[in-house]
């Protein structure tokens, strides 16, 4: 089974920093793009941060200067450092990848993580 995990939410007060990371596992021939996304209670999915296979990163505008995304391909793993933190930035974290894995024959999957929590209060 190919899956994602993420880790690394919780609470902080604004202006302070968290880190989360995704690890993928299963049977995974390649790793394409990575991102993080967030959702908060009653609002859509909110792209964050996406990065490519080649280091190529993007930005949504509203964490631009305070979130870097970065990945370890040898551990198939990708970090978010968030700093700076504000309220608004209250959400579930979630971890996606598009890649390549072995069901039957080579397949193209776009996974999702399970979502961790954070939470910054004012």
């Known amino acids: 089974q190919v899956q994602l995990v993420e880790s690394g939410g919780g609470l902080v007060q604004a202006g302070g920093s968290l880190r989360l990371s995704c690890a993928a596992s299963?049977?995974?021939?390649?790793?394409?793009?990575m991102g993080w996304y967030r959702q908060a209670p009653g609002n859509p999915r909110e792209l964050v941060a996406t990065i490519t296979s080649g280091g190529s990163t993007g930005y949504t505008d509203s964490v631009k200067g305070r979130f870097t995304i970065s990945r370890d391909n040898a551990k198939n793993t990708v970090t978010l450092q968030m700093n700076s933190l504000k309220p608004e930035d209250t959400a579930v974290y979630y971890c996606?990848?598009?890649?390549?894995?072995?069901?039957?024959?080579?397949?193209?999957?776009?996974?999702w993580g399970q979502g961790t929590q954070v939470t910054v209060s004012s």
């Open positions: 996606n990848a598009a890649l390549t894995a072995w069901s039957n024959a080579p397949k193209e999957f776009d996974v």
């Open positions: 299963g049977s995974i021939i390649r790793i394409n793009t």
